[in-house]
């Protein structure tokens, strides 16, 4: 009912909106009630309507062809007062549904609706200057118009139906489908037109712009055709032999298939009708051989009767099979006509690209606004930068204005500061006669192994070499103790330098920050050294793991090494708390390592004794 409802809507609103005189959107009680007169009889529907009684016309006649009962009473009581105001076709909204279209069974002549509604809007719509079309065949554009249109108003068919209403008619003339020139066609238009109203389509075909070459009736009968097809619902028509069921002889009829029945008439003009064949889920077609002198036959098999029918030749009487075979299965599967269920899938397709169209503009909308909004943040960024770039060049000439100043008054105490570093470059050299000896300490170290590997099988003479290791680290620690006095004491020179420089740092402020860089870079150099002799440090472990890899092949004397894996570690200059001395060098383990090696080693020592 929803459907039929929307289709009897359209018609309607080109009938409400020809009463609109002075286009304000609005229509006058008066033109809406219904007189209680009837159409004189020999006049014209047409001649009634423009003799200046369409507002006695519009609400009684769509009662009449809608075969729905006229309730004066109701109709007046809806216009009750006597008000002659303009009322819009939202407030004749109501009146229409509840007492018109609600009541609607669909038991109607179609085509006398169209014709009724399209009676009160053509004379005032449409233009037949050069106008190739037929007021018919206008007729017929215009229902095929409201048929394919959007369900929006005010209506128009948009450009994808109208390539597909005029492929359709210039498939019907017989002649191929040029999609470029309706593609030119659409540049040539606005560039935000969105489709054409049913004038402007009846306007567009009778023009001929896409029928060029074709006669009025090569361009009518493909109206016709396809006007049959998407309003009258006809799925195939054409001649066809018919045997009779009585007298069994053969007729030539002009049969035309809709979705539930196929009709036979006596001719094409459809005047003279014959009967029908009922479709239902229980018919079936099938083929029959050729007999009595006629060829292609097939047979219609419904509940009442069979109907023996002779195509003119193979290729239409498989047409004819398929195409009721189709119709039947539509009829089990409750579907609508082809044409129908393809128009429902076109709207279907634009709804969902329309809504994909508004997503995708609300995306870029907020796309729009998160840009902006990042613009505006750059912009603050890039105004607070030139800010800051302003303000740091400002630093800088600042700077450097106190450099040059620093410049001029340090520039008395270079040859002071070039002293001073010769004095730093004599205190490297002495850390690099140092290093040496502590190369020559390890190179020591790798005899005292060689010497190890020989008392490896006499434990007792190796606890002797062990006090003699001992004793040469306690050497060694002692005179690491006097390099690092003497370090002490070259440290006390410096401060007693710095302290000698007190008396000039009132004046000479800067001077001493001289000398504390001076100061810095030698201390990097001495990190430096300390670097150096670190990687000769590590050459020694290097060493000493060799040594201990060449040791493991006496098992017993891997399992003491292993326990004093610390024996000949470097001597290194201790912390300033009290010392533990062992025979690894002084502050070599803390009290609690000691006493943890001196657990395992007793431990290691009753396992070999057992």
Not at 268 to 283: Q, T
Not at 315 to 325: H, L, S, V
Not at 492 to 502: F, G, P, V
Not at 535 to 558: I, P
Request: hydrophobic share 35%.
């Amino acid at each position: 009912m929803g459907s039929l409802k929307e289709e009897l809507l359209k018609p309607i609103w080109h009938a409400f909106t020809a009463l609109d005189l002075d286009r304000s959107g609005k229509v006058s009680k008066s033109q809406l009630k219904a007189s209680a007169k009837v159409i004189p009889s020999g006049v014209e529907l047409s001649d009634w309507v423009f003799s200046g009684n369409r507002g006695q016309v519009l609400s009684h006649n769509l009662c009449t062809v809608l075969n729905v009962p006229h309730d004066p009473v109701a109709l007046e009581e809806h216009f009750r007062d006597d008000d002659e105001g303009p009322v819009s076709n939202q407030g004749y909204m109501p009146y229409l549904n509840r007492f018109i279209l609600e009541k609607v069974q669909g038991n109607f002549d179609k085509v006398e609706f169209n014709k009724m509604c399209w009676t009160l809007c053509a004379k005032k719509n449409l233009k037949r200057n050069n106008l190739l079309l037929t007021d018919e065949d206008a007729f017929k554009v215009w229902v095929i118009f409201n048929f394919l249109s959007e369900d929006n108003y005010p209506l128009i068919i948009v450009p994808e139906e109208i390539e597909y209403l005029l492929k359709k008619l210039t498939e019907a003339m017989g002649s191929g489908w040029h999609r470029e020139q309706f593609e030119h066609y659409k540049i040539s238009l606005n560039a935000n037109w969105e489709g054409l109203s049913a004038w402007e389509l009846i306007e567009l075909i009778g023009s001929g712009q896409f029928s060029k070459g074709m006669d009025t009736q090569t361009v009518s009968m493909a109206i016709n055709e396809v006007f049959n097809e998407l309003i009258l619902d006809v799925l195939k028509q054409g001649y066809m032999w018919k045997k009779g069921h009585r007298r069994k002889n053969w007729t030539e009829r002009w049969f035309v298939l809709k979705p539930s029945i196929i009709s036979y008439y006596v001719s094409e003009d459809l005047k003279d009708k014959r009967g029908d064949i009922a479709l239902d889920d229980n018919c079936s077609v099938e083929a029959l051989p050729d007999k009595d002198g006629k060829k292609c036959l097939f047979l219609i098999k419904s509940l009442e009767k069979c109907f023996e029918i002779s195509a003119s030749d193979k290729k239409k009487k498989q047409e004819w099979i398929q195409a009721i075979q189709t119709t039947v299965n539509l009829l089990k599967l409750g579907n609508s006509p082809p044409h129908k269920e393809a128009r429902q899938k076109r709207k279907e397709l634009r709804r969902k690209q329309q809504a994909e169209q508004e997503e995708l503009e609300r995306q870029m909308k907020e796309l729009q606004v998160a840009n902006e909004n990042k613009q505006k943040e750059l912009e603050t960024v890039r105004e607070q930068l030139e800010a800051a770039a302003a303000r740091a060049s400002e630093e800088e000439k600042k700077r450097l204005q106190t450099q040059m100043e620093l410049q001029d008054r340090f520039s008395l105490e270079l040859e002071r500061e070039k002293m001073v570093r010769q004095k730093m470059e004599e205190q490297v050299a002495q850390k690099s006669s140092e290093l040496e000896q502590y190369l020559q300490r390890v190179r020591e170290l790798e005899e005292m192994y060689k010497l190890l590997q020989e008392a490896l099988e006499d434990e007792k003479q190796a606890h002797q070499d062990e006090e003699t290791v001992r004793r040469l680290q306690a050497r060694l620690l002692e005179e690491e103790s006097a390099k690092r006095a003497e370090l002490e004491k070259w440290h006390l020179e410096q401060q007693q330098t710095i302290q000698m420089t007190e008396a000039e740092k009132q004046e000479l402020e800067n001077q001493r920050m001289m000398k504390e860089r001076a100061l810095q870079v030698a201390m990097q150099q001495l990190e430096q050294l300390e670097l150096e002799r670190q990687q000769a440090l590590e050459q020694y472990e290097e060493v000493r793991k060799k040594l201990e890899l060449a040791a493991n092949k006496t098992k017993s004397w891997k399992d003491k090494v292993a326990h004093h894996e610390g024996l000949i570690r470097l001597i290194e200059p201790g912390s300033r708390n009290p010392h533990l001395i062992t025979n690894w060098g002084p502050a070599a383990f803390t009290e609690a390592e000691l006493e943890q090696r001196e657990k395992n080693w007793k431990g290691k020592r009753t396992t070999s004794e057992q």
